[in-house]
Antibody
Framework: EVQLLESGGGLVQPGGSLRLSCAASGFTFSSYAMSWVRQAPGKGLEWVSAISGSGGSTYYADSVKGRFTISRDNSKNTLYLQMNSLRAEDTAVYYC??????????????WGQGTMVTVSS | DIQMTQSPSSLSASVGDRVTITCRASQSISSYLNWYQQKPGKAPKLLIYAASSLQSGVPSRFSGSGSGTDFTLTISSLQPEDFATYYCQQSYSTLRSFGQGTKLEIK
């Protein structure tokens, strides 16, 4: 079964750091780009960051650029999001998502269950 | 960055109704447009990719159309399980972005 399982969320003080993990199973992890998408309480979806299958290319939303770092370990089938200098507005459920490619048509076809990050003193 | 704008933000409808949700991109995105459904407390689910291709397992009452900057998601005959929030998302730019969502409620 194709599955994504996030972990690492929790309560952190403003200015603190947290590392999220996303364990993948049931597919050839290294063949797919992956993204992090977040959802603040009661709000819509916000794309945060993406990484290519090899890990050689990374992309960030302006709201997190310079503070968050996406990475992956294809030997462990795991995606990461290192979050530094956290702010209250980073409070959200963080989802990892697999990006399927149908002849250059790209969409997030598999999502994890999400992990909650709360930034508060 | 590409901005995605959905309308309406919320919609009340009855079982059996035909419903259309619109998504507009701030620049042309060809057909690189996807639609997702999200129910409370759950992860989003892919419904439509490439503007009009139905994801495997999604009921045929869901359909998508459009290209360039204007897109629509249509549900031909609403079922009770369709009441949820719907999001469009562009995959034209490496900096992906979502619409703000359309909440579909029972009338």
């Amino acid at each position: 079964e194709v599955q994504l399982l996030e972990s690492g969320g929790g309560l952190v003080q403003p200015g603190g750091s947290l590392r999220l993990s996303c364990a993948a199973s049931g597919f050839t992890f290294s063949s797919y780009a992956m993204s992090w998408v977040r959802q603040a309480p009661g709000k819509g979806l916000e794309w945060v960051s993406a990484i290519s299958g090899s890990g050689g290319s990374t992309y960030y939303a302006d709201s997190v650029k310079g503070r968050f770092t996406i990475s992956r370990d294809n030997s462990k089938n795991t995606l990461y999001l290192q979050m530094n200098s956290l702010r209250a507005e980073d409070t959200a459920v963080y989802y990892c998502a697999k990006e399927e490619n149908w002849n250059d048509d790209l969409a997030f076809d598999i999502w994890g269950q999400g992990t909650m990050v709360t930034v508060s003193s | 960055d590409i901005q995605m704008t959905q309308s309406p933000s919320s919609l009340s409808a009855s079982v059996g109704d035909r419903v259309t949700i619109t998504c507009r991109a701030s620049q042309s995105i060809s057909s690189y447009l996807n639609w997702y459904q999200q129910k409370p407390g759950k992860a989003p689910k892919l419904l439509i990719y490439a503007a009009s291709s139905l994801q495997s397992g999604v009921p045929s009452r869901f359909s998508g159309s459009g290209s360039g900057t204007d897109f629509t998601l249509t549900i031909s005959s609403l079922q009770p399980e369709d009441f949820a929030t719907y999001y469009c998302q562009q995959s034209y730019s490496t900096l992906r972005s979502f619409g703000q969502g359309t909440k579909l409620e029972i009338k």
